[in-house]
């Protein structure tokens, strides 16, 4: 099966172009580039990171920023491509990764395995909390840019919620390596953020 990709070219191709909607400013092609990236640094610790790499290409490949369901459709969406491509199982795992990624909370995994892979994709999907300052303004302002219809006080009470909530966990990274590498400077990117959305407008 390893030497079979999960993801051939014809999927990353049909991918690529719904990655590449005009209104995906932030959940875009760049996005998954950067965790197939990190995919790479961290594949050492990946118990199967084919599986891994297919919920990185699957996971925002239907996003619409007034939908509440696009996590359930993206993995129904890679269950679909994906079936006769894999056991049911792996499917499986993969579905439950991509599904975790809405309210990125660790669920459904009772495989040690699966969980740390879960563990690892989830964080490579929040990394960006943790960049540069300039890199994560410039991820708030694309993000912003996906929600253009949201009036501003609506959504500065909704996201200053969001970051409240991740700021409220004990860790905002499920693994030791996330957090050592991009927790401290999560906490200050999203602290600041929401000090500026709580600024009078």
């Known amino acids: ?36 990236a990190l995919a790479g640094d961290y594949r ?58 809405a309210a990125h909370k660790l669920t459904r995994f009772d495989d040690a395995a699966a969980t740390r892979d879960a563990s690892l994709f989830l964080d490579m999907d929040l990394s960006i909390l943790g960049a540069a300052p300039d890199a994560f303004d410039a991820y708030e302002r694309a993000v ?6 949201v009036e501003e006080p609506m959504w500065r009470a909704g996201r200053g919620a969001v970051l409240k909530d991740f700021l409220a966990r004990p860790h905002i990274f499920h693994t030791e ?11 200050l990117n999203m602290a600041r953020s929401l000090e500026t959305l709580q600024e009078p407008s």
């Open 44 to 101: 050492a610790l990946l118990d199967d990171p084919q599986a891994v790499e297919a919920a990185i290409w699957f996971h925002d490949a239907i996003y619409d920023s007034r939908a509440k369901d696009n996590e359930i459709r993206s993995a129904a969406l890679a269950e679909k491509k994906l079936a006769g491509r894999v056991d049911a199982e792996r499917l499986d795992r993969i579905s439950a990764m991509i599904v975790a990624t």
């Open 144 to 149: 912003r840019c996906e929600y253009d219809w």
């Open 177 to 187: 390596e996330f957090r050592e590498r991009f927790e401290p400077q999560a906490r």
């Open 1 to 36: 099966m390893e030497n079979e990709p999960l993801i051939d070219m014809a999927l990353k191709t049909a991918l690529s172009a719904l990655y590449s909607a005009g209104n995906r400013h932030y959940h875009n092609l760049a996005h998954i580039e950067a965790m197939l």
